[in-house]
């Protein structure tokens, strides 16, 4: 089954633990991406990769990191999580190189940053 | 950078009216503009979709217009059921000058269909 993958899906924390949250692609995406998602705000960009080794900043990438060592796998990372981070966040994957690609989702994670 | 806006931010609609959903867009650059339909505790997932050398399109009971010169796009449920009701967004996408994609999404709007 074609999909997006997040784990962990629920994370309670406190400020300062560094944390990493996996997402997984098996429809060999080229162009993956992660959002934040809060109340009233949408969905905002936080990095975008367009292939292996190639990453970007999107609107909001303050206080994330990202990696993109294999084309299926781009885990984001809190190096020093603080409660404004919050939020519920989303993976998504398309295949990137045309403007109207559909983007696929994950289940999204929940993190709690006390 | 690309801005959507969205309107309602929330709409109640009785069982069987039709509901719209606008939204506008900044970027002359954007030419793809899908909505998503977002239940309660799931992921988003898209509905519809739009490309800029189309004016409307139409699925069953959903249907989106574009207006490229007044840089706006709309959502129109018709016949809407208890099942409609869920948080929708609009995007507006366009390729960077390095070939990525460029999703903006807008905030979204709480649709509630009332039985």
């Known amino acids: 089954e074609a999909q997006v993958t997040q784990n962990p899906r629920y994370l309670i924390t406190v400020t300062g633990k560094k944390l990493t949250v996996t997402c997984s692609q098996n429809?060999?995406?080229?162009?993956m991406s992660w959002y934040r998602q809060d109340p009233g705000l949408g969905l905002r960009q936080i990095y975008y990769?367009?292939?292996?080794?190639?990453?970007d900043k999107g609107d909001v990438p303050e206080g994330y990191k990202v990696s993109r060592k294999e084309k299926r796998n781009f885990p984001l990372i809190l190096e020093s999580p603080s409660p404004n981070q919050t939020s519920l966040y989303f993976c998504?994957?398309?295949?990137?190189?045309?403007?109207?690609?559909?983007?696929?989702f994950g289940p999204g994670t929940r993190l709690t940053v006390l | 950078g690309e801005n959507v806006e969205q309107h309602p931010s929330t709409l109640s609609v009785q069982e069987g009216d039709s509901a719209v959903i606008k939204c506008t867009y900044s970027?002359?650059?954007?030419?793809?503009f899908p909505w998503y339909k977002q239940e309660l505790g799931k992921r988003p997932q898209l509905i519809i979709d739009?490309?800029?050398?189309?004016g409307e399109k139409k699925d069953q009971r959903i249907a989106v217009t574009l207006n490229k010169t007044a840089k706006h796009f709309s959502l129109h449920i018709t016949e809407t059921q208890p099942e409609d009701s869920a948080v929708y967004f609009c995007?507006?996408?366009?390729?960077?000058?390095?070939?990525?994609?460029?999703?903006?999404f807008g905030p979204g709007t709480r649709l509630s269909v009332l039985p």
């Open positions: 998504a994957s398309s295949f990137g190189r045309e403007p109207y690609n559909e983007q696929f």
């Open positions: 429809m060999n995406h080229e162009y």
């Open positions: 990769s367009m292939n292996v080794e190639v990453t």
């Open positions: 970027d002359s650059a954007s030419n793809y």
């Open positions: 739009i490309r800029s050398n189309v």
């Open positions: 995007a507006a996408s366009h390729l960077r000058d390095n070939y990525g994609q460029n999703f903006v």
